[in-house]
């Protein structure tokens, strides 16, 4: 031991462990902050701002390529482009036309809707009968299925 450091229980309790975790916590996160930057391409004394950035740009040129636009495209773009395409799809599968907006889709699910329950209980449709059970059934009294 050196003439430096404090011999075991001579000086503040705890204060020379204090220091000697807050060294290894200091340890830890700069190996986690060198892997992270090197798994993300930047320089192993990358600050957390610069590998944020890069890791940003990554994702945003790996989803652009996979949604079909160049590598270069913008979050903004990448978004616009995912609606427009998600838009399109429901508008075909509930009957609208592909390029149509929100509002005309949602007019074309509530008038399909619509027909929908006016064919199934619209005017001009008879009531459906009653099981005959029910027809000769008392007034709020209880039925025995086996009396005939």
Do not use: C, Y
């Not at 450091?5 to 705890?14: D, L, N, S």
């Not at 996160?29 to 940003?56: C, K």
């Not at 429901?90 to 929100?102: T, Y």
């Amino acid at each position: 031991m050196s003439d430096q450091e404090p011999k075991p229980g001579t000086g503040a309790p705890g204060a020379g462990s204090t220091e000697e975790w807050k060294e290894i916590i200091h340890r830890i996160e700069s190996q986690i902050r060198r892997d992270a930057a090197n798994l993300v391409g930047v320089g192993e004394d990358a600050d957390w701002a610069t590998i944020g950035r890069q890791t940003d740009d990554a994702v945003r040129r790996n989803i652009a390529k996979t949604a079909g636009l160049e590598e270069n495209a913008s979050w903004d773009q990448v978004g616009s482009h995912l609606e427009r395409r998600l838009r399109s799809g429901i508008a075909e599968v509930v009957g609208s036309a592909s390029d149509a907006d929100w509002a005309t889709i949602g007019q074309t699910v509530e008038a399909r809707i619509r027909a929908t329950l006016d064919e199934l209980f619209g005017q001009g449709k008879k009531a459906p009968r009653k099981p005959p059970s029910e027809e000769s059934k008392p007034e709020g009294g209880l039925v025995d299925p086996w009396k005939k």
